[in-house]
């Protein structure tokens, strides 16, 4: 069973100061066209909310939208998968102390969003 690859959007989108602020729904979008074009075996879950909530999913990228905090949803996604070798991205250190508790690993933004 391939590992599951849990992105906090706007964690990642927040990552870089690229005018994503200006756009949020289209910064989303890019980042789930960015993980969309890895290559691997693991599965991505791009967890999204506010204005970036309503984006599609794409071959090779779930979109999930948080109903209420990113956070909490991650937290859920993360115990839900935690035996298959799941990781979370995000710089988030409150989140990361929260999915650490299920055995998740995390990693930082820049393991899937290179910075220029």
Sequence with gaps: MASVLIVDGANV???????WWRDRRGAA??????????????EIILV???AARG??????????PAPGSGDDRIVELAAA?????????????E????????????????AVRPVD
Excluded: K, M, N
């Excluded at 998968?81 to 250190?93: K, M, P, Q």
């Design 81 to 93: 998968h935690a035996e298959r070798g799941c990781v979370v991205v995000t710089a988030d250190r």
């Design 48 to 50: 999204v909310e506010g």
């Design 13 to 19: 989108v927040g990552s870089v100061p690229d005018g």
């Design 55 to 64: 984006i599609e999913s794409v071959p090779g990228v779930r979109v999930d």
């Design 29 to 42: 979008v890019r980042l789930r066209d960015l993980l969309a074009a890895r290559v691997g075996d693991e």
């Design 95 to 110: 989140l990361r102390e929260r999915v650490r508790a299920y055995g998740v690993r995390c990693v930082g933004p820049r």
